[in-house]
Nanobody, 122 residues
Framework: QVQLVESGGGLVQAGGSLKLSCAAS??????YAWFRRAPGKEREFVAA????????NYADSAKGRFTISRDNAKNTVYLQMNRLKSEDTAVYYC?????????????????WGQGTQVTVSS
């Protein structure tokens, strides 16, 4: 049974940092991604990473502030978030799949975590 579990969410002041983790049980996936859903908005892509970690893709809103990484030995993907803004407030979800390229569409990922709340106070 495949299970993805996110952790690391919480409350942080604007300008602060937070690191999210997502552990996948049972196996390592070719690709991982982070998505988020803010109140009243549709789910949006944040970042994705390839098997080796050599290929990454970021949403424009995340470039320069967020860093996605992975540890295949631990079947875990991370999202380091710096210089957080109030508009980053959302539920963050990790996703996993077996695509061989980094993709940004949620429909390309087969497994999803339960989400972790990130709240940035201004």
């Amino acid at each position: 049974q495949v299970q993805l579990v996110e952790s690391g969410g919480g409350l942080v002041q604007a300008g602060g940092s937070l690191k999210l983790s997502c552990a996948a049980s049972g196996r390592t996936f070719r690709s991982y991604a982070w998505f988020r859903r803010a109140p009243g908005k549709e789910r949006e892509f944040v970042a994705a990473i390839s098997w080796s970690g050599g290929l990454t893709n970021y949403a424009d809103s995340a470039k320069g502030r967020f860093t996605i990484s992975r540890d295949n030995a631990k079947n875990t993907v991370y999202l380091q978030m710096n210089r957080l803004k109030s508009e980053d407030t959302a539920v963050y979800y990790c996703a996993a799949g077996d695509t061989r390229v980094v993709v940004t569409l949620s429909s390309e990922y087969d497994y999803w975590g339960q989400g972790t709340q990130v709240t940035v106070s201004s």
